[in-house]
C-alpha cells in the first residue's frame, strides 16, 4: 500500500488524475468489460502524475465517453486505495471506491430514482407543447445507434435534411449518425424529445409507460425474422406477459416486415390486428447489397485476403451472457481465420470481451450489417441474423449443441430448422472445423430456396421505400 497516493476527477478534459510517491509506474490502465484505456503517466524519481482519459476512441470513431460500468485502476507496482465521491463530468458520471471507478450516463442524480423518473413522466405526458417536425429513434433499448433505425436515419438524412432526428441512448458511449441529437434515457431532454416527435422509429418494446399523443406515429421495425417464438407464442401461459404484450403493439401505428413469412408471425404473436404492416424488405440490410466490405474490414484491423469468419449467437432465456460452445482462439487457429465474435444486445453488459491470437471481439460494435458486410462466413444458431445474411450469398453454418433443449424447453420453433437451414448443423467445434473445409455447394439448393422465402425484398432498396411511405403518409414533412 502507499499510503501517499491521492486522486482526484478534473472535469473539464474529463479525467481520472492519480498522483503518487516512489519510481514512476511502467504501466497504468483502466479496464472495463467492453472498453478501456491507458494513462499517461508524467514524473519520476520522488512524485509521478497518471493521468486516466474517461473517453475512448472504438472502431475507428471519434473519442467518446466510456460505456457506463465499472472499470478496474491497475497502476504497476501501486495498490490504490482511494475514494472520490460522484461527480458530473462531461458526457458522464464518475466515482471511485477503491481500485474501481463507476461510470454512469451523464443525466444528474436529482433525476434518479422512480419518484424523480415518475415527475418527468407526468410533466411530459401533461404538457401541450406542439408537436416537432421530428424523428425520435431508438435501437436496442438505447445500447447502440444502428439496426432499421439506422439505416431509415440515414435515408431520412438525404431526402428530408430538415427533419429534426433524436437519437435515444443509454449514455454518450454510443455513437450516433452523423447530424442527429443524442438524447440520454432518462434525462429531461430524452423525455421531451420522446413526447414532441411527430415519428418514433423503434426496433423494440417502447418501455417506461409510453403515452402517445394525437398526431404522433409510431413505426415499429423489429429487429429480425423469427425462428423462435416470440411473444404470445412463447412456451408457458402468463396472462401477465400477454397483457404487456397487447398493450405495448397496441402502441404501434404501422409495422415492419422483412418478408410476407414475418409479417404473419409477427401479427399473430403481437395481436396486432387491423393495422398495416409494410413488407418492404429491412433497410439495415442494404448495405450488403451497396456497401464496401473493404472498408468494413479496414476499420475492424483485417488486412487484404484474410479470411473472416463471423460467430453471432443469440441470447438464452436461462443465462445473462453469451453461450460459451465455441472456443475462438481455438478456431482461429484451426482455420487460420480471424473470428470476430459478436454477443446479442441482450449480452452486451455482461460478460467480458473475448481476447485471443486473431479473435476480435465485435460485440460493443456498433451496428451488425458492417459484419456481415466483412465475413466471409457466418456461424450462428437460432439468432435472426441467419436471415439476413442470405442476401451475401456467403456460406452459413449452424453451431446447436442444446437445440432440443431449445427447441423443446427455452423458447420452440416456427419451422423445422435441420429441414431447412442453408448450411450443415453441427454439434461440437471438431464437427464446425471440418464443414469449414468442405465445400459449401452441397446445400446450393436449400440456399437458393432460403433466400427466395426470405430475401425477395432485400435488394438494398428497402430503406428508400420505407422512408418515401413515411413522407408520403405525412408522418414528418420534407
Known amino acids: 500500500m502507499i ?22 509506474p511502467a504501466t497504468a490502465t483502466l479496464t472495463g468489460r467492453r472498453a478501456h484505456t491507458a494513462a499517461r503517466i508524467t514524473g519520476g524519481g520522488k512524485t509521478w502524475t497518471a493521468r486516466f482519459p474517461l473517453r475512448a476512441a472504438r472502431w475507428g470513431g471519434p473519442a467518446l465517453p466510456l460505456p457506463s460500468g465499472e472499470y478496474r485502476v491497475r497502476i504497476d507496482g501501486v495498490e490504490l486505495d482511494a475514494e472520490l465521491p460522484l461527480r458530473l463530468l462531461p458526457g458522464l ?13 451523464p443525466v444528474d442524480p436529482v433525476y434518479d430514482g422512480a419518484e424523480a423518473q415518475g415527475a418527468l413522466e407526468r410533466r411530459y405526458i401533461d404538457h401541450h407543447s406542439a408537436l416537432e417536425n421530428a ?13 432499421n433505425p439506422f439505416a431509415i436515419d440515414r435515408e431520412l438524412a438525404r ?11 443509454v ?37 417506461r409507460r ?50 410476407p413469412y414475418a409479417a404473419g408471425i409477427l401479427r399473430r404473436a403481437y395481436a396486432f390486428l387491423g393495422r398495416p404492416i409494410w413488407v418492404e424488405g429491412y433497410p439495415r440490410n442494404d448495405v450488403l447489397t451497396t456497401g464496401d466490405a473493404a472498408a468494413a474490414r479496414a476499420e475492424l484491423g483485417i488486412g487484404p485476403g484474410e479470411r473472416v469468419l463471423l460467430y453471432a449467437p443469440t441470447w438464452r432465456d436461462d443465462r445473462q451472457e453469451m453461450v460459451d460452445f465455441l472456443d475462438p482462439t481455438a478456431l482461429a487457429a484451426a482455420t487460420g481465420s480471424v473470428v470476430l465474435v459478436r454477443g446479442h444486445s ?36 437460432y439468432s435472426s441474423v441467419m436471415f439476413d445474411f442470405g442476401v451475401t450469398g456467403k456460406p452459413m453454418y449452424f453451431l446447436v449443441p442444446d437445440m432440443e433443449h ?13 429441414a431447412h437451414a442453408p448450411g450443415p448443423l453441427v454439434r461440437t467445434q471438431d464437427e464446425l472445423v471440418a464443414a469449414l473445409a468442405a465445400d459449401p455447394a452441397e446445400h446450393a439448393g436449400r440456399y437458393a430456396a432460403w433466400t427466395a422465402r426470405f430475401n425477395a425484398r432485400d435488394d438494398g432498396r428497402a430503406a428508400e421505400r420505407v422512408v418515401a411511405r413515411i413522407l408520403d403518409r405525412g408522418y414528418v414533412s420534407r
Open 210 to 259: 409510453y403515452a402517445g399523443r394525437t398526431g404522433q406515429t409510431v413505426l415499429q421495425t423489429w429487429h429480425g425474422t423469427p425462428l423462435k417464438r416470440l411473444a404470445l407464442h412463447r412456451p408457458g401461459f402468463d396472462p401477465r406477459r400477454i397483457g404487456a404484450v397487447i398493450k405495448e403493439s397496441r402502441r404501434w401505428h404501422v409495422l415492419l416486415a422483412q418478408n
Open 406 to 418: 431449445y427447441r423443446g424447453e427455452l423458447r420452440g420453433f416456427y419451422f423445422d430448422l435441420a
Open 159 to 169: 431526402v428530408a435534411p430538415d427533419v429534426i432526428r433524436y437519437w435515444s441512448v
Open 346 to 381: 441482450r449480452t452486451l453488459n455482461q460478460g467480458q470481451d473475448a481476447a485471443g491470437a486473431r479473435v476480435i471481439d465485435v460485440t460493443g460494435y456498433p451496428d451488425t450489417a458492417p459484419l456481415l458486410l466483412a465475413a466471409d462466413a457466418l456461424i450462428t444458431d
Open 93 to 105: 458520471r464518475a466515482e471511485l471506491r477503491g481500485d474501481r471507478v463507476v461510470v454512469g450516463p
Open 135 to 147: 424523428v425520435f429513434f431508438e435501437s436496442f433499448y438505447g445500447r447502440g445507434a444502428g439496426c
Open 171 to 207: 449514455d454518450l458511449s454510443v455513437r450516433v449518425p452523423e447530424g442527429a441529437i443524442p438524447v440520454v434515457e432518462g434525462s429531461p431532454e430524452w423525455w421531451r424529445a420522446r413526447s414532441v416527435a411527430k415519428l418514433l422509429v423503434v426496433n423494440d418494446w417502447l418501455r
Open 3 to 24: 499510503s501517499q497516493t491521492t486522486a482526484r476527477f478534473e472535469p473539464a478534459d474529463a479525467q481520472l488524475v492519480i498522483r503518487g510517491a516512489g519510481p514512476r
